[in-house]
């Protein structure tokens, strides 16, 4: 198993810019989730998915869209990117059970 | 979703027992109470989780009272490679999980 799979793993944009991050998952995972860490800071939750075709908001979901169209992936996409997304981004998935979330290595994005 | 109040940071020497301690004064009852480690530049880790009562794993011990509003975090005989970003969660066991800021260990030789 390949575990939580995310590319790029690092990204510079201009302000205005759209990319969409890939989060990959080989376990048969029903839960994913996206999250951005900020330097020196806690992780914040931008989106999750309970499932496939099921998708919802998060701590800090403004300027994201997600989409969950197979169990295996949930891309992240930045609209417009702008210099207050620069940050960490981290995929996790899980079965739901007692055994938490897998997390990605994470995409290190810059917007300048 | 339950707030977790956890000290911001510790220390501790190499082969001490180290205890984290987490308050979760509002954890509802399909809550479950799991712990992450963090290294700088990788994504958390989950040590363990547990519902009531005692939870043991091979990294870790997990102890909740019976009113379960704190739960405390032993590690056993720390080494350096143990120095990290500790999270304590509340919340269900998928789904909407919330970080909060965390409890940064520092283990001194």
């Known amino acids: 198993n390949a575990g939580v799979t995310q590319t790029p793993k690092f990204q510079v944009l201009k302000t205005g810019q759209s990319m969409t991050l890939q989060c990959a998952q080989d376990m048969n995972h029903e839960y994913m989730s996206w999250y951005r860490q900020d330097p020196g800071m806690g992780l914040r939750l931008i989106h999750y998915s309970v499932g496939a075709g099921i998708t919802d908001q998060g701590e800090v979901p403004n300027g994201y869209n997600v989409s969950r169209s197979t169990t295996e992936d949930f891309p992240l996409r930045l609209l417009s990117a702008a210099p207050s997304q620069t940050s960490v981004y981290f995929c996790?998935?899980?079965f739901g059970t007692g055994d938490g979330y897998t997390f990605g290595s994470g995409t290190r994005l810059t917007v300048v | 979703l339950a707030k977790t109040t956890q000290p911001i940071s510790m220390d501790s020497y190499e082969g001490q027992e180290v205890n984290i301690t987490c308050s979760h004064n509002n954890i509802a009852t399909n809550d479950y109470i799991t712990w992450y480690q963090q290294f700088p530049s990788q994504g958390p880790r989950f040590i363990i989780q547990g519902y009531k009562t005692k939870v043991t794993n091979e990294v870790a011990s997990l102890f909740i009272p019976a009113d379960r509003k704190s739960s405390t975090l032993s590690l056993p005989r720390v080494s350096l490679s143990d120095t990290a970003v500790y999270y304590c969660?509340?919340?269900?066991?998928?789904?909407?999980?919330?970080f909060g800021q965390g409890t940064e260990l520092s283990v001194k030789p």
């Open positions: 969660l509340v919340g269900p066991q998928g789904g909407k999980l919330i």
């Open positions: 996790a998935s899980s």
